[in-house]
């Protein structure tokens, strides 16, 4: 693995030049995704500023142009008009002031009128690399020209510790008012919101307290992300905490968790109906970002990283790394959330296979499990052997993924194989299969299950439980992958 230096990983990109060659080599990997946005070189992580803006939706995502390691962070943009097919839009926001010297770390955005709006986190670092984050904002006009304000709309609060970040930006009808969700640390290390509040965009924010969260009051070190949406009446907080392990989850110290509740915005309390809930049961899923002006009150839109932090991935040999999720319609039904892909997705469908064909690269399968246990191979030999392995225990009421079976290994610190308990019996399954990603979607979205995988060539066959119904579509490519930088 290639070590960086500040130096090399901090390194400002003065022109689309520095990266082509990059890219050049980066778009030859069997490993590029076909429907999922990626990194156009380097790495990707966060989605950031992901919004509904005059007919087109807008999704950044936290970048790293010179190859697969956390340094100087950009927004890269891209486009869609059906959030299946994403165009490459360029940059969008870059490091380029006092306030964001070291990067310009993630965000959200809100359409309003002619102009879109960017809330983000400047990550500024003095010589000996003290952080003062700030919150900063950018407008794309109808001109389409991006312009940054000149000074932060607020900086960090002393009450807490160096980590303030992530603003997500919301309108609340009820109070008629603008909020921002700041993911934070107190001073003892305990993750937590600041939340601010303002009449207009651009200006008037003011601090309006730390979330109360009754009975998560000492969960994980950082709550990094967070984001709150109503969704048919009832209140959703999403966010992802980190420093901190969680039972069934290995050894990792990432998560991105939900809880339903009521969020009184006078208290500035989020009362949970009930226990935090893994928004994916997933080896790689983080950092979820809702989209603004969905327009609907029954519904919201959701992506993630594909990845966690502090973790490593195979393409990083190849100099780049990371992927988005497919977007997600988010609904509550019997005060349950449910998770589906979002049906456009559908319009990928190329071709139906025979379910004993080999695995294209980019596929999505519909199962209807045998009565009783059920085995889904995903990428084994040609021999049957390896892969990776989707198992339903009836009698335990468990799922449980494993992909120790597969060549090429990654992660095994944080664990290879996990093992959720879906509130009902599996009785439907969706896989969405890219070059370098799984996506299951369980029981009409009750559960989901995201990981990266990298076959080898060998790693593309499939076997399923005798009784089982399979059902095998080839999907097209909807990513553009155009050098525009
Ligand atoms: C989450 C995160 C954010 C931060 C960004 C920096 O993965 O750590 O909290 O703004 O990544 O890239």
């Not at 689309?16 to 980066?26: A, K, S």
């Not at 999720?325 to 988010?330: D, F």
């Not at 009785?427 to 559960?447: P, T």
Request: charged fraction near 25%; aromatic fraction near 12%.
């Amino acid at each position: 693995m290639k070590e960086w230096t500040r130096e090399e990983r901090y390194r400002v990109l003065q022109s689309p030049d520095e990266i082509r060659e990059l890219y050049d080599r980066t778009r030859l990997s069997v490993y590029r995704q076909h429907y999922h946005v990626q990194p156009i070189t380097g790495l990707s992580s966060d989605p950031n500023g992901f919004a509904l803006h005059k007919g087109v939706w807008h999704l950044c995502y936290q970048w790293c142009p010179w190859g697969a390691v956390h340094g100087l962070k950009y927004w890269y943009h891209t486009v869609s008009r059906d959030l299946v097919h994403w165009e490459n839009a360029g940059i969008g926001l870059k490091p380029d002031c006092f306030y964001d010297n070291r990067g310009t770390h993630s965000g959200s955005a809100i359409s309003r009128g002619d102009d879109l709006y960017f809330f983000y986190t400047g990550n500024h670092r003095d010589e000996d690399w003290t952080r003062t984050p700030y919150t900063c904002a950018a407008v794309l006009g109808a001109d389409n020209t991006l312009r940054k304000l000149p000074e932060p709309l607020f900086g960090p609060r002393d009450s807490h510790s160096e980590h303030q970040r992530d603003p997500k930006v919301v309108w609340n009808p009820v109070k008629q008012r603008y909020y921002i969700f700041i993911g934070a640390q107190t001073k003892d290390l305990r993750g937590c919101v600041l939340v601010y509040e303002s009449a207009e965009l651009l200006s008037g924010w003011r601090f309006a307290g730390q979330l109360k969260v009754p009975g998560y009051e000492s969960f994980g070190g950082m709550w990094e992300c967070p984001y709150i949406v109503n969704i048919s009446g009832r209140d959703v907080l999403i966010f992802s905490p980190q420093y901190t392990k969680l039972p069934g989850r290995g050894e990792s110290t990432n998560h991105n968790v939900y809880l339903i509740g009521r969020m009184d915005y006078d208290t500035l309390t989020f009362t949970p109906d009930g226990d935090y809930r893994h928004l994916d049961y997933g080896f790689d899923f983080y950092a979820a970002q809702g989209a603004a002006n969905v327009g609907d009150p029954d519904k919201a839109i959701l992506i993630a990283w594909i990845g966690l932090p502090d973790n490593h991935y195979p393409t990083e040999e190849e100099d780049w790394e990371g992927s988005l999720s497919l977007p997600r319609e988010l609904r509550i039904r019997d005060g349950k959330l449910l998770q589906t892909p979002i049906p456009a997705v559908e319009s990928l469908r190329e071709e139906e296979l025979p379910p004993d064909s080999l695995l294209p690269a980019a596929c999505e399968l519909e199962v209807r499990p045998a009565e009783g246990d059920f085995e889904l191979k995903l990428f084994t030999r040609g021999d049957g052997s390896g892969g990776l392995l989707f198992r339903w225990d009836a009698a335990r009421g468990t799922v449980t993924v494993d992909r120790t079976g597969l060549d090429k290994r990654f992660n095994q610190q944080v664990g290879e194989v996990l093992s959720f308990s879906p509130d009902t019996p599996l009785r439907d399954l969706r896989v969405f299969i890219d070059s370098n990603s799984a996506e299951f979607f369980l029981n009409g979205g009750e559960a989901t299950f995201t990981t990266h995988v990298y076959p080898t060539e060998d790693e593309h066959h499939l076997s399923v439980t005798p009784g089982a119904s399979l059902r095998l579509w080839r999907l097209g490519t909807s990513v553009t992958d155009a050098f525009v930088c």
